[in-house]
C-alpha cells in the first residue's frame, strides 16, 4: 500500500476508510507527520444523473433530481423547480414558498446536526456526535411526517409544494424547535468553551479571504472566511424575499470559524421557522404546471445547507430538458481542498475534509459503475409495468401511454 | 505451595483478573454510552466479542516476521498479568509482594506498549508503521511524569514495595491526601497509557484506522485486546492500592474496597473519555511535558523534603 | 462591476458577444471562437474583476461542442462566457492559471464530452473510473447508455443497415 520515495510516506486516505461515510480517494504524501502534497480523486459516486435528466420528461427529472443527494435533496429540487418556475415563468402561491421555507430551514438543521456529529466524530469526540445525532432524529421525524420520508420528502413540485402543513404538525415544528433551541444553545457554548475542542479546530485547514476568491469557495467555507456568500443574503429567492436572513460570519478562516458558523446558523435556522411558521399565508399551494418548456436557458442558484447550489436547465422546447447541470455546493468546495491541507498534520486531515461537509454523491451528480451490482437495481421497465398496474388497481390504464425510447 | 499455585492460577490470581478485566471492560463500555444517551451493550458483550475474535481466522502479513508477529500478543499479556499479581486485591498484601515491586510493576506495564510499537513496526504497513511511531512518541511523553507520580507516594511511604505503600497509608491515612496531584497526574498519564479518548492518537480510528494493530486478526488480535482490558485492571489495581489506601484488615472487607476503589478509578476514566475530543500527538507531548511533569517533578520534591526535612 | 457595467464594457469591447441580461445578476453571452473566447475571459478576470470562476457547463451543439465559462465576482454577479469547438476536433487551453476552480471541471469536460483540454496539471481523471474506454463520452448527445455493455465495457450501437 504505502509507496517510498525519498524518504516520504505516502499515505492513501480512502476510497475505503473509516473517516470518509462516502467514497474518495486522498493520497497524502507525508513528510514526517506533516502533510507535503495531497492529490484527491473523486468521481466514485457518478451515477450520470445529468444524462438520466436529459432522457426523461420534466416529471420524472424532478424525482432524478430529488436524489442527487440525500442529506439536501430539498435544496435540489428547490433549485430547480426555481429554474423550471423561471423559465416557464410560473407564479408560485406564497404559501407555497412559505413551506419551501419551512422545509429547506428543517434540512438545514438536520444538515448542520449531522455535520456537526461527524466533525466530532472524525476528532473522537464521540459524546458529541451521539448527542447531535440524537437530537438530528427529531428534525428527521418531523420531516418524516411533513414529506413521509427521512430524507428524499418529496415536497416540492414545480408551481409550488405537494403537500400542505396542517395546524397541528406547525405546532409540533414549533415545538420541536423549542426543544431543539436549548441544546443548540448548549453546544454552541461548548463550542466556545470545551479546551480540546478548540485545540483540535483552531488554526487548521486555513483557508483566507483570498483563497475563498481563488478557489470560488461558497458556503460556510467562505462564510468561515468572513465572506458573505449567502444566496439568501445576496440574491433573496422565495421567501427569503419577504423574510431577511441575518448574515452570519466569521473570521476565523479555519475549521473552527466553520464549526462557529455552522452552530449559529443553526440558531438562525430556528429563527426562521418560528418567523416561517408564524407569518405562513393561507391559500392555495401550488399552481398548474406546463408540461413543456418554452425554448431557453436558465441558471438559477439557491443557498443549501452546504452553500450555494447553482442548476442549469436548457430547453429546446421540448417536454425534456436538453441539458441539465448540477453545481452542487461541494463541488465547488473541492478546489481549495489540497490547499487547505498542505502543511497540517496526518492527524487534521480527517476533519479538514469533514470541514467543508463533502457530500460526494452531489459532486459526482451523475451511469452506475462499470461491473457488477446490476442485478440488484430495478430497471426502468419493470417499474413502469409496476406503476401500470397500481394504475390499474385504481381504474385508469396509462398503458397506452407511450414511453419515450432513449 | 499447591496453595500458593492455586492462589495465583485462581484466586485473587489470575481466573479472577480475566473475569474482573471483563467486567471491568464492561463497566466501561456501559457508563460511556450512558454518558452518550445509548443503551449500550448487555453484561456478556466483552465476552461474547472476546470468544467471537478468538475463533476467527488469522492472518499473517507474508512480509512480517510470523515469530514475532505471533509471540507479541502473548508477551503483552503475560506482563500484564505478572505485574497484576503484584498489586494487594484480597487483603493487604499482594500474592508475590517483594521489596522494589513498584518499580517492577512500572516496567512490566511498559512491556505492552513496546509490543504494540513492535507489533506496528514488524507488520510492514503504513497505518500500522505510523500508529507505532506514534505509539513510541507517546510513550516518551507519559512515561516520565508517569514514574514520577507513580514513585512520590512511594517516597513519601519510604518502600518500593506496593503492598508495603497500602500498608504505611494504612497507618497514617491522612498522608494520602498529600498526593492528590500525584493522583490527578497519574490518572491522566494512565489515561495515556491505556491509549483512551483524550490520548488515543496512536489509535486513532479516524485517521490511521486503529493504528498499530490494523494487520492482526483472530485471536492475536483477541490477545491484544486481552490485554488491554487486563491493563486497565492492573492499572486501576495499582492506582486504588498507591492512592486509595483505606484497608479494615477484615480480609473480605478489603476486597469489596478494592473493587469500589477499582471501580471509582474506572469510572474517573471513563469521564474522562467520554468528555474529552482527541488530541494531536504534538498537542500531547506539549501537555505531558510542559503541563504534567513540572506537577509531578514538585510532587516528587515534595514528598522528598517531607519525608527527609520532616523526618516521617 | 454591476450587471449594467458588465454588459457595457462587454458589448464596447466585444461586440460578438450579445452580452444581454434576461434577470438581475445574470449576464449570459453567446456562443464565439476560442480565441475571442479567451480574450473575453482574460479580459472578464482582469478588467471586469470577475475572480471566481464557478463552474463550466458543458452542451451538444450538434456538430459542436459548446462550453459555458460561469463566472462569478464579489457582488455575485453570474456571467456567462462561451466558446464553442467542432465536435471532431475538439480542443481547447486550460484556463487553471486563471481560475484554478475550473480545473475540476475541465477534466470533467475531457471525460464527458471528450474536449481535449491542453495544459491541464497533472492528475487524476474525472468523474469517470479508470478503466472507462477511451473514445466513450457519455454526455454526447449520439451516446446511447443502453449500447453500452457494463461488462465488456464497449460501446456497439446498432449499424444502421441492421435497422432496416
Known sequence: ?406 | MLLSILKVLVFPGLLFLSVYSLVLEFVDRKVYARMQNRKGPPWYQPMADMLKLVGKKVIVPSNAQKFVFSALPTVSLAAVCAAFLCTPVWGETAITAYSGDLVAVLYLLTIPTLCHFLAGYNSHEVYSTIGAFRTLTQMFAYEVPLFMAFLSPAILAGTWSISGIAAFYHAHPLYALINLPAFFVSLLTSQSKLERTPFDAPEAETEIVGGALVEYSGRYLAFFRATAIAELAAVASVLAALFLPFFTGIAWVDFALYLVKTLVIVLMMVLLRATMARIRIDQTLRFFWSILTPIAMAQLILNLFLRGGLGL | MNVEETILALNTHFPALAAVSPRPLRVFTSFTEPKQFEEALRFANGTLGYHKGKHIVGTDEGEEIGMSYILSNDENVLLVLRERVPKNAAHVRSMGELYPSLVLHEREMVDLFGVQVSGLPEGPRYPLPDCWPEGEYPLRKEWNPAFFNKQTTTYEPPKEDDAK
Request: with cysteine; proline share 5%; hydrophobic share 40%.
Open chain 1, 1 to 406: 500500500m504505502s509507496e517510498r520515495n525519498d524518504h516520504k510516506v505516502v499515505v492513501p486516505i480512502g476510497p475505503q476508510h473509516p473517516s470518509l461515510k462516502e467514497p474518495g480517494s486522498f493520497k497524502i504524501t507525508l513528510d514526517g507527520e506533516k502533510v507535503e502534497r495531497a492529490v484527491i480523486e473523486i468521481g466514485y459516486n457518478h451515477r450520470g444523473i445529468e444524462k438520466a435528466c436529459e432522457s426523461r420528461n420534466y416529471m420524472q427529472a424532478l424525482y432524478i433530481i430529488e436524489r442527487v443527494c440525500g442529506i439536501c435533496s430539498h435544496a435540489h429540487t428547490s433549485c430547480f423547480c426555481q429554474a423550471f418556475e423561471e423559465l416557464a415563468g410560473l407564479e408560485v402561491p406564497r404559501r407555497a414558498h412559505y413551506i419551501r421555507g419551512i422545509v429547506g430551514e428543517l434540512e438545514r438543521l438536520h444538515s448542520h446536526l449531522l455535520w456537526l456529529g461527524v466533525a466530532a466524530h472524525e476528532i473522537g469526540f464521540d459524546t458529541l456526535f451521539m448527542y447531535t445525532w440524537r437530537d438530528r432524529e427529531l428534525v428527521l421525524d418531523l420531516l418524516a411526517r411533513i414529506g413521509g420520508n427521512r430524507v428524499n420528502y418529496g415536497v416540492n413540485t414545480y408551481g409550488g409544494v405537494r403537500r400542505d402543513l396542517e395546524s397541528e404538525l406547525m405546532a409540533d415544528i414549533l415545538r420541536v424547535c423549542d426543544q431543539l433551541e436549548e441544546k443548540l444553545k448548549y453546544y454552541a457554548a461548548l463550542a466556545l468553551t470545551e479546551t480540546t475542542l478548540i485545540a483540535r479546530l483552531k488554526g487548521i485547514g486555513v483557508l483566507t479571504p483570498d483563497d475563498v476568491r481563488k478557489f470560488s469557495a461558497v458556503g460556510p467555507v467562505a462564510r468561515a472566511a468572513g465572506i458573505m456568500a449567502d444566496t439568501r443574503i445576496v440574491e433573496p429567492y422565495g421567501v427569503y424575499q419577504e423574510i431577511a436572513v441575518t448574515p452570519i460570519v466569521d473570521d476565523h478562516c479555519d475549521v473552527y470559524g466553520r464549526t462557529l458558523v455552522r452552530v449559529k446558523e443553526m440558531l438562525e435556522a430556528i429563527r426562521l421557522i418560528r418567523l416561517f411558521v408564524r407569518e405562513i399565508p393561507d391559500g392555495p399551494i401550488s399552481v398548474r404546471a406546463p408540461r413543456k418548456l418554452p425554448v431557453g436557458e436558465v441558471l438559477s442558484r439557491v443557498e443549501a445547507p452546504r452553500g450555494e447550489n447553482v442548476h442549469y436547465i436548457r430547453s429546446t422546447g421540448a417536454d425534456m430538458p436538453d441539458r441539465v447541470r448540477v453545481r452542487a455546493p461541494t463541488e465547488a468546495n473541492w478546489h481549495g481542498m489540497s490547499h487547505m491541507l498542505e502543511g497540517f498534520q496526518l492527524a487534521d486531515v480527517p476533519i479538514i475534509i469533514a470541514a467543508i461537509d463533502p457530500c460526494y454523491s452531489c459532486t459526482d451528480r451523475a451511469i452506475h459503475l462499470v461491473g457488477g451490482g446490476i442485478n440488484q437495481l430495478t430497471d426502468w421497465e419493470s417499474i413502469r409495468l409496476h406503476s401500470i398496474e397500481q394504475y390499474k388497481s385504481r381504474g385508469i390504464d396509462p398503458s397506452t401511454i407511450k414511453m419515450r425510447e432513449f
